[in-house]
């Protein structure tokens, strides 16, 4: 439920119209590319996340969870659609109105764009692997070039431990 309340979707309001534009082109390559270069402008910080919670949602529509949960891909885009893609909704109203009315107003908002986005969420989960391969390649090799610092400031630690004489003869 967490991820319902991040303050944007993992995806970010930016690409939201790319995105969709993306679900409605006819070549499934063409689809895979386009939103592989889309899912890269991510932000920073919402990659790691995006990729092992994609992953999660694809391995739960798998044949042998799939049985277990009732859940198909479907069901699951329509779930976690709010998660990962929803437009940007600025205040509505200028005028006071009551808190009811505005979160009633976001609620229809919300339930239409889950709509229109869960068709591009159906999609980037059941075509994972192809869509968020580049993402996970650059991971990696962020996660390798950290890991070797840390074992470089580890020698280092290491080094210094021994008593450096600091009186001049």
Not at 25 to 53: G, I, T
Not at 76 to 97: F, G, I, M, Q
Request: charged share 20%; with cysteine; proline share 6%.
């Amino acid at each position: 439920q967490w991820l319902n309340q991040l303050p944007e979707p993992l995806l970010g309001y930016e690409h939201y119209t790319a995105l969709l534009a993306c679900a409605e082109l006819e070549d499934p390559a063409a689809r895979v590319r386009n939103m592989a270069l889309l899912v890269q402008e991510a932000s920073w910080f919402a990659k790691p996340l995006l990729v092992r919670f994609v992953g999660l949602l694809h391995r739960c529509i798998q044949p042998e969870f799939a049985t277990q949960n009732n859940l198909n891909v479907i069901a699951v885009s329509v779930l976690s659609t709010p998660c990962l893609l929803r437009p940007y909704v600025p205040a509505l109203h200028a005028t006071p109105v009551s808190f009811f009315q505005e979160t009633e107003a976001r609620e229809r908002m919300q339930m239409s764009a889950t709509a229109t986005g869960s068709t591009t969420v159906e999609f980037l989960i059941a075509n994972q692997g192809g869509v968020l391969q580049r993402l996970r390649e650059d991971l990696a090799q962020r996660e390798a070039a950290l890991s070797a610092k840390c074992s470089r400031i580890a020698r280092l630690q290491e080094s210094t431990k021994e008593c450096v004489d600091t009186m001049f003869p």
